[in-house]
């Protein structure tokens, strides 16, 4: 899917289109799509060299329609999916000042200073600059 998505955007589409199809669709191709019936494939081969941004619409609706079956009803009783829900819940949680975990002052400046921080979700580290708006209001944005 992803590559039918650079085909889309493409400006040069007929190398590209031909690079999908020998990779994903013709009968020898090194990683085949095996959910495409032969008549979308054929069809998709006698439209190989239009350039047409439809071109593979038709694969991917079919490919699409697959993945939303049997697939996903499995990842939806994996552990992944939990994760990924813990993930789009903490990806929509506001951040705070108790998003991070303030460290040792790293540097300081005309207007504020500059601390080490982590990430509490995931410990990832950062740097964090804290402005004090009373010093940037009395040296009116210069330094």
Known sequence: LDAIEKYEIAEERTELAQNIYKRYLKRDAPEPIDVVNQTLIEACEERLNSGSRELFDDIM???????????????????????????????????????????????????????????????????????????????????
């Open 61 to 143: 609706a079919t490919v699409k329609t697959y993945l939303a079956g049997e697939p996903f009803n499995r990842f939806e009783y994996s552990m992944y999916f939990h994760r990924y829900l813990q993930w789009k819940w903490l990806e929509s949680q506001p951040i705070t000042y108790k998003t991070f975990r303030m460290y040792r002052v790293l540097g300081k400046g005309g207007f504020g200073e500059v601390c080490a921080c982590q990430v509490r979700a995931t410990g990832k580290m950062y740097a964090c600059k804290k402005l004090e708006k009373k010093r940037i209001k009395k040296r009116k944005g210069e330094a």
